[in-house]
């Protein structure tokens, strides 16, 4: 079983930054490969950023490309997700997923019906 514990969002105005982090409670952290997810008011879930399990590979939405940066610390089982020049279509619950596998393809990782594990979520509002 992994637990996912969200951090760091919040209200921010649009050009301005946030980071996202999640810290995971697994021995094994290294085997997961990992996620972030957002879903509007209204809308479905949707694919934001993943990084693989050794964090060698990552995998962007293209409306967050450029502006969003996902990365891993495997020594303290943590994922976040530094977000830059955010504009209000930012603004979602972010989710936290992990998926347990060392396959790195796009198609997969960015794919949310394969993740097991999910935070809770934290709200990100950005005002125009």
């Known amino acids: 079983q992994v637990q996912l514990v969200e951090s760091g969002g919040g209200l921010v105005q649009a050009g301005g930054s946030l980071r996202l982090s999640c810290a995971a409670s697994?021995?094994?952290?290294?085997?997961?490969?990992m996620g972030w997810f957002r879903q509007a008011p209204g809308k479905e879930r949707e694919f934001v950023a993943v990084?693989?399990?050794?964090?060698?590979?990552?995998y962007y939405a293209v409306s967050v490309e450029g502006r969003f940066t996902i990365s891993r610390d495997n020594a303290k089982n943590t994922v976040h997700l530094q977000m830059n020049d955010l504009k209000p279509e930012d603004t979602a619950v972010y989710y936290c997923?992990?998926?347990?596998?060392?396959?790195?393809?796009?198609?997969?990782?960015?794919?949310?019906?394969?993740?097991?594990?999910w935070g809770q979520g934290t709200q990100v509002t950005v005002s125009s």
């Open positions: 997923a992990a998926v347990q596998t060392h396959y790195s393809g796009g198609d997969y990782l960015r794919d949310s019906r394969g993740y097991d594990y």
């Open positions: 697994v021995r094994t952290f290294d085997n997961y490969g």
């Open positions: 990084i693989n399990w050794s964090g060698s590979v990552t």
